[in-house]
């Protein structure tokens, strides 16, 4: 069976880069369908003509002999399913099975756990930065760090906590001691932790080794320069 046209519709300044990098490191040739956000930071509608629910990444998938198309939406169902079909080298794939099952839990869990309090997070900073007039400016830094002290910093914190001891007893890793479509996934929100200042370096020493390993791959580099040529920003 040959491996189908693969096409990323990828929204700059998007976690759809991460897309990009597992393509890159399990050597598969693909198109970039690239879109722009508009003025109010929003993706275009363009992307509904794909996906009614006009979210990135998306991937288109085209049968080189039918024509047929198929469209993945989701990150983590992405990952799952270029990692199960299109891993035809085995490059990344795991043989044992407790291992492939955890594998598994952090492609759910990247987008659930994690990402809820850090975009909380990350929500709450742009509110406070926000050009608003006093004294609604005042109210609205109040009610963030509110918001920020009772719930989504502490939760943020319990997180970044529970990988940091995943990745310290995984040499490095998330499973097993090695690269999984798990690593690449879960890049995007502990780089995004470390970069907004929402976790220190020298308070998480795994994750900060752990993000500079994965920074440094021939996969990141090679996907973040194709980004970059797509209007992509660093």
Same mark, same amino acid.
């Given at each position: 069976? @040959?491996?189908?046209?693969?096409?990323? !519709?990828?929204?700059?300044?998007?976690?759809?880069?991460?897309?990009?990098?597992?393509?890159?490191?399990?050597?598969?040739?693909?198109?970039?369908?690239?879109?722009?956000?508009?003025?109010?930071?929003?993706?275009?509608?363009?992307?509904?003509?794909?996906?009614?629910?006009?979210?990135?990444?998306?991937?288109?998938?085209?049968?080189?002999?039918?024509?047929?198309?198929?469209?993945?939406?989701?990150? *983590?169902?992405?990952? !799952?399913?270029?990692?199960? !079909? $299109?891993?035809? +080298?085995?490059?990344? %794939?795991?043989?044992?099975?407790?291992?492939?099952?955890?594998?598994?839990?952090?492609?759910?869990?990247?987008?659930?756990?994690?990402? $809820?309090?850090?975009?909380?997070?990350?929500?709450?900073?742009?509110? %406070?930065?926000?050009?608003?007039?006093?004294?609604?400016?005042?109210?609205?830094? %109040?009610?963030?760090?509110?918001? @920020?002290?009772?719930?989504?910093?502490?939760?943020?914190?319990?997180?970044? +906590?529970?990988?940091?001891?995943?990745?310290?007893?995984?040499?490095?890793?998330?499973?097993?001691? %090695?690269?999984?479509?798990?690593?690449?996934?879960?890049?995007?929100?502990?780089?995004?932790?470390?970069?907004? *200042?929402?976790?220190?370096?020298?308070?998480?020493? !795994?994750?900060?080794?752990?993000?500079?390993?994965?920074? @440094? $791959?021939?996969?990141? @580099?090679?996907? +973040?320069?194709?980004?970059?040529?797509?209007? *992509?920003?660093?």
């Amino acid at each position: 069976m @040959s491996t189908p046209i693969i096409r990323v !519709h990828w929204l700059n300044e998007s976690r759809a880069f991460r897309v990009l990098q597992l393509l890159e490191q399990l050597k598969l040739d693909y198109e970039i369908v690239p879109y722009k956000r508009n003025q109010d930071f929003r993706a275009p509608e363009d992307a509904k003509k794909i996906h009614p629910l006009g979210r990135f990444p998306l991937v288109e998938l085209e049968d080189r002999t039918t024509g047929k198309k198929k469209v993945l939406a989701e990150s *983590g169902y992405i990952f !799952h399913y270029i990692l199960q !079909h $299109l891993d035809s +080298k085995g490059l990344l %794939k795991n043989n044992d099975p407790d291992q492939a099952e955890q594998i598994e839990y952090f492609l759910y869990y990247a987008e659930g756990s994690l990402q $809820l309090p850090l975009m909380i997070e990350f929500i709450l900073s742009m509110t %406070k930065k926000a050009p608003i007039p006093f004294p609604l400016s005042y109210l609205s830094g %109040k009610v963030a760090d509110k918001i @920020s002290e009772k719930y989504s910093k502490g939760e943020l914190q319990n997180q970044l +906590k529970f990988v940091e001891g995943e990745i310290a007893k995984n040499q490095g890793y998330l499973v097993g001691g %090695k690269l999984s479509g798990a690593d690449i996934l879960m890049l995007f929100p502990l780089q995004s932790a470390l970069n907004r *200042g929402f976790a220190k370096r020298e308070e998480y020493p !795994h994750i900060s080794k752990f993000v500079d390993t994965l920074t @440094s $791959l021939d996969s990141y @580099s090679a996907a +973040k320069a194709k980004a970059t040529a797509n209007g *992509g920003k660093f």
